[in-house]
């Protein structure tokens, strides 16, 4: 189905988005959303955390959103607003020393990025991610006594999405191996977890005994053209690796066929051509505005710009330039399948799961793979 304008395909038109999205999955009820931003202390550890939950009274099954490198607690809008709006209450955290101070480091002034990345993505940054994942897990398992953050949470569903440097964590919540982490105490709370732009490492590490623990269900999304800027993964294939090599069981893959890695952090992303640019000038940005850039060259949402301040990213980014039309296709699809997956799993919905297993892929169409075991 073509989603653009006519005579202006580049450009997409909303009424044929709607459409679009009102032929694939629906959840039942479509809430309105409300953000506060709050600290939290994880362990012992002050955490910056955004909280989405939907308006109506009520506690509403959660899903923690764990951002990716550089991104502050505002990112992945797109994809959380998605399941706010399907009934979920969405609590997106990230540690400071992941977030966008990362650019202000010596080595990015230096434009020394693929240096960051892995240091950020080593096994001793794992661990401490691991570590501070366990503490939010046990404290959700316990949750303290009048802890008004969780009043509106159904703490006995949850899912862990993670994308990018989260995706890596998310993974460990899953039951990833990987010598030198400490496996997690998942409760049997966690029903699900989402990899938008999963991480493998194919140096030196056994791949498929680290994914052959993995017994909960996961979804991974990708796309061929999903390398990151940062140098470190230059092979997009590698990315379907995790779901290659983990057990059958509730296993999905989304390859989306034309999706740069920035295009998955759900703030709307940029054609390929501009992602290649703006890495291009990644040096410069950083060095000229500090922790108020990223990787990627784009606009960061400062910490009292609110949801406003990431959509202003998402228009930065080139989200209505060229392939726009093809982009809210893919964004469309991108929610439908995991608010699925999650309804799914979190909620057990068996319209949800059919709908995952057998009219997704029509959905979809040829150009997309949705890969199942």
């Known amino acids: 189905m073509m989603l ?16 679009y999205a009102d032929q694939g999955y629906v959840p039942d009820r479509h809430y309105e959303s409300t953000v506060v931003r709050e600290t939290w ?7 910056d955390v955004t909280v989405l939950t939907p308006t109506p009274a009520g506690t509403y099954p959660l899903v923690i959103y764990l951002p990716g490198l550089g991104e502050t607690t505002d990112a992945g809008l797109s994809w959380r607003q998605s399941w706010v709006q399907a009934g979920y209450a969405v609590v997106s955290v990230q540690s400071s020393q992941y977030g966008p101070q990362v650019w202000s480091s010596p080595s990015a002034r230096a434009g020394e990025f693929l240096a960051v990345a892995k240091d950020a993505f080593s096994v001793p940054s794992l661990q401490a991610r691991a570590q501070l994942m366990q503490d939010l897990l046990d404290r959700i398992a316990r949750p303290p006594s009048g802890a008004s953050a969780f009043e509106r ?3 006995s569903r949850v ?8 995706a890596q964590t998310a993974m460990i919540v899953a039951g ?7 496996p997690l105490h998942v409760p049997s ?39 990151d800027a940062y140098g470190l993964v230059t092979a997009a294939s590698v990315r379907r690796a995790p779901f ?6 509730q296993k999905f893959l989304l390859v989306l066929p034309s999706a740069p890695h920035s295009f998955l952090a759900g703030a709307g992303g940029s054609t390929a051509s501009e992602q ?6 990644a040096s410069t940005t950083a060095q000229g505005s500090g922790a108020d850039a990223n990787i990627m060259g784009e606009e960061v949402a400062p910490s009292d710009g609110g949801e406003h301040g990431t959509r202003g990213r998402a228009r930065a980014s080139g989200a209505g330039g060229p392939g726009a039309a093809q982009q809210a296709q893919q964004q469309t699809q991108i929610q439908s399948v995991t608010t699925a997956f999650l309804d799914a799993t979190v909620k057990n919905d068996p319209i949800a799961t059919e709908w995952l297993t057998r009219n997704a892929k029509r959905w979809l169409g040829e150009s997309v793979e949705l890969l199942s075991k």
């Open 4 to 19: 653009g304008c006519a005579g202006r395909s580049d450009k997409p038109n909303p009424a044929a988005v709607k459409r």
């Open 41 to 47: 202390t994880i362990g012992s550890k002050l955490v």
């Open 153 to 155: 949470m159904d703490l």
């Open 159 to 166: 899912a862990v999405v993670g994308y990018d440097l989260g």
């Open 176 to 182: 990833e191996s990987v010598r030198g982490v400490e």
């Open 189 to 227: 709370s966690v029903k699900g977890v989402i990899a938008l732009s999963p991480y493998a490492d194919f140096s030196g590490m056994g791949t498929h005994s680290n994914f052959q623990p993995i017994r909960l269900p996961v979804l991974s999304v990708t796309s061929p053209l999903d390398k």
């Open 244 to 249: 290659q090599y983990m057990p059958a069981g």
């Open 276 to 281: 290649k640019d703006t890495a291009k000038g």
